[in-house]
């Protein structure tokens, strides 16, 4: 598994890692065995980064993830705080911040967390400089070994690598959200800090998987969310409408060789773009674990590749995402 270095945390990660949403809560039903199984899979597959929050699943996804951790005490951990209280940025204060990170800590087994980002706060909070320097003082508290920051939109991305002590940037980049390549990875390279790719498939669109009949449970982001009720609409299906995305992903299909899966294809593209440091792609069970940790084996796709489905995203996809994130 290539590895590359995680920003100013100054640690190597794999390139593919593993995102724990998908084993916490909102994708429908979660067995705790077949998410046990699938990051035990993804480990031995090669896969050393493993992105949680305390909001997942309640801590259900963290407290998974610190099982896995009593066993493979090398993995690189992630975790978000922020968005178990409401949304208002007075809640972004030291007693919150050291009450939500001692819940982590206890979830995941560890006395210090290696890498805590903010999940996706309030606009306000970039801006407010008492915020940045109350996780500097966490990590000298010894709390944490870095922070970073989960973002909706590109400006909070450039906001967060403005700040001298941000290690990572946690943002949607996919085959449908390319905006993050215009600005924010190359001032992410040029600043040292890394880039956390999330939501790689779309929310399952790019595994090609689905169909205009698919239907999710009621429990399922994809069924609840559709129109941002629980939380930013961006996080379902990247803010694209189903049927576009369908579409979409079908004029895709049409770029694949012979021998490459949808996921793999989707993976790698993101992988290919300079200044992703890891990607981190879900998985319900241990066959998808392995399939995804695959994608880092794959060669770079060709640049006519990349140019057709730049095509694609500017036919089908920009009109509706590229002016809000």
Known sequence: MEERTLGR?????????????????????VDEDEGRSALRAAADSGVTFIDTADVYGDGRSERLVGELLKERPGLTVATKMGRRAAQDPANYNPDNFREWNDRSRANLGVDTVDLVQLHCPPPAVYSTDAVFDDLDAMVEEGRMRAYGVSVETCEEALAAIARPNVATVQIILNAFRHKPLERVLPEARAAGVGVIARVPLASGLLSGRYTAQTTFADNDHRTFNRSGAAFDVGETFSG????????????????????????????????????????????????????NASAASLAPLPPETHTAVRGIYDDLIRPQVHHRW
């Open 9 to 29: 945390t100054g640690k190597d990660v794999s390139v593919v890692g593993f995102g724990a949403w998908q084993i916490g809560a909102s994708w429908g039903h």
């Open 240 to 291: 694209l409408d189903f049927e576009t995305g369908l579409a979409a992903t079908e004029r895709i299909r049409e770029l694949l060789p012979e021998d490459m899966t949808m996921v793999r294809f989707a993976l790698r593209w993101i992988l290919d773009q300079p200044g992703v440091s890891t990607v981190i792609p879900g998985a319900r069970g241990a066959d998808q674990a392995r399939g």
